[in-house]
């Protein structure tokens, strides 16, 4: 068992508290790579934005979990000592599907997890969320759990349609589980392909009436967003002129996403956008530069280009940025 606390990670009690009353939300960026890593690092360094690290089951299975693990360690004491950022960083576990996957993610030192429940009735949800909050408290670990279900494929449930979270829900789930902060569902969906609109269509809004009376029904508790990229169409359109084929590639605009980190909302999820942003990268370069066989030569410009998209976020959309 090693603690987050000895490897310089923060659980996101803190981070919530000053995001709630600042009026900003927290970045949460998923990592499988170096590069990644290294763009979320320095980005976060440059614009000053405390954020969370995200990883998933299909990551832990993708680079090994123990890597995953020193890596993070590694970014902290690259801050540190390198960048000279006292930005505080959480090591998250993005939509844990059991207990067990739970305790091994806290013993390796992440400082907080997510037990996704979402697909299970009502009841087993409050069960094995309870369970894991009972355990993670032990060690300081915070805990987010879900409610309402997102339409698009998770690592471990696949849903045509999404599910709002009922607010006559929260106030029960809360109290019962204990968890710190909740993931919602109000019209957002995981991927790249989140609403069906025609070209030039705008997408419809996000149900904020539904975040307004959550907020109500539980005032001051940290609420989490999934499937917030925003798919950017510049990035789609460079994919797409370099042989890539993202037809109808659709994201959540940036204004309803600054308008949530302004409301309880304290954690904003993003994932495809950084795939997005490094694939459009890689695509231009080979078509470009053929030549290149050198991977620094693409990936190096790629994690610039990340880079760039998260400060860009940091500073224009989650309001994180300065806050660090
Ligand atoms: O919510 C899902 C995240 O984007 C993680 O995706 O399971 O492909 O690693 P992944
Ligand atoms: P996106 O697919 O919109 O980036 O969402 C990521 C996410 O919710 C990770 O948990
Ligand atoms: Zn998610």
Known sequence: MVSYKELGFV??????????????????????????????????????????LQVSKGARKYANPTLLRYMAEGAIQMLRNDLK???????????????????AAIEMGF???????????????????????????????TVEGEL??????????????????????VEDFVTRTGVDSLAIAIGTSHGAYKFKVK?????????????EEIEKRIP?????????????????????KYGGKLEGAVGVPEDQLRRAAKSAVCKINIDT????????????????QPE???PRKYLGPAREALKELIIHKNKNVLGSAGQG
Request: with cysteine; charged share 20%.
């Open 11 to 52: 659980n996101t009690r803190e981070m919530f508290r000053k995001a709630m009353k600042g009026g900003y939300a927290i970045p949460a960026y998923n990592f499988n790579n170096m590069e990644q890593l290294q763009a979320i690092i320095m980005g976060c360094a440059e614009s000053n934005s405390p954020v969370i």
């Open 85 to 103: 950022s006292n930005i505080p960083v959480a090591l998250h576990l993005d939509h844990g599907d059991s207990f067990e996957l739970c305790k």
């Open 111 to 141: 400082s907080s997890v997510m037990i996704d429940g979402s697909h299970l009735p009502y009841e087993e949800n409050i069960e094995i969320t309870r369970k894991v909050v009972e355990y993670a408290h032990q060690y300081d670990v």
């Open 148 to 169: 309402g279900v997102l339409a698009g494929i998770e690592e471990h449930v696949s849903s045509d349609k999404s599910i709002y979270t009922n607010p006559d829900d």
């Open 199 to 211: 070209p030039g269509e705008k997408p419809p809004p996000l149900r904020f009436d539904i975040l």
């Open 220 to 240: 001051g508790f940290p609420i989490v967003l999934h499937g917030s990229s925003s798919v950017p169409q510049e990035y789609v359109e460079l994919c797409n």
């Open 273 to 288: 956008d950084g795939r997005l942003v490094v694939t459009a990268k890689i695509r231009q370069i080979f078509y470009e």
């Open 292 to 294: 290149v066989f050198d």
